[in-house]
């Protein structure tokens, strides 16, 4: 016989980002036991028939198209409106090759942190952490005083304070 807590267990493994207050009502639980259990799953490494389902799982999703656009039909006009953009852009991000070094530098350590102390992180508490690295990344290689960088990471947080709040965007 499946206990309840099995079943929230699969249901968080097979919908890691579902709604915390709708899996409390679906199984009759307090939200701080469905947060607990929440946890516990996102902290336990698939292994066995878990990472073979995973896996299956991921194969038999449709391959994402990438559009490569084709250069050679590109006019002066659209080589020159890049060109301006990316210069323009490098005023306030600097040098697109040191601020890459600085800000893969930064994810690398924090991931090995992570790895090294067991910390696992939902696929949005994560995201979030990179988006804020690029932006304390462009701040520090480039121009400090571009207000967007600065409100950028405040949302970005602010995406995964909410949703652990119960509030998705």
Do not use: C
Request: glycine content about 6%; aromatic content about 6%.
């Amino acid at each position: 016989m499946t206990t309840v807590t099995a079943k929230i267990r699969e249901h968080f493994r097979k919908n890691p980002d579902a709604d915390v207050k709708k899996a409390a009502a679906k199984f009759a639980q307090p939200i701080s036991r469905i947060y607990q259990l929440r946890k516990e799953v996102q902290q336990t490494p698939l292994s066995g028939d878990d990472l073979l389902a995973y896996a299956k799982q991921l194969s038999e999703l449709p391959p994402v198209p990438v559009q490569v656009p084709d250069l050679a039909v590109w006019t002066a006009e659209d080589k020159g409106v890049i060109v301006a953009t990316l210069n323009e852009r490098a005023k306030d991000y600097g040098k697109f090759k040191d601020g890459a070094a600085l800000m893969q530098g930064i994810k690398r350590l924090l991931a090995d942190h992570a790895a090294k102390h067991d910390k696992t992180f939902s696929d949005d508490q994560w995201e979030a952490l990179e988006m804020i690295v690029h932006k304390i990344g462009r701040i520090v290689n480039g121009n400090p005083d571009k207000v967007d960088h600065w409100v950028d990471i405040a949302g970005y947080a602010k995406l995964v304070a909410d949703r652990l709040e119960g509030v998705e965007r």
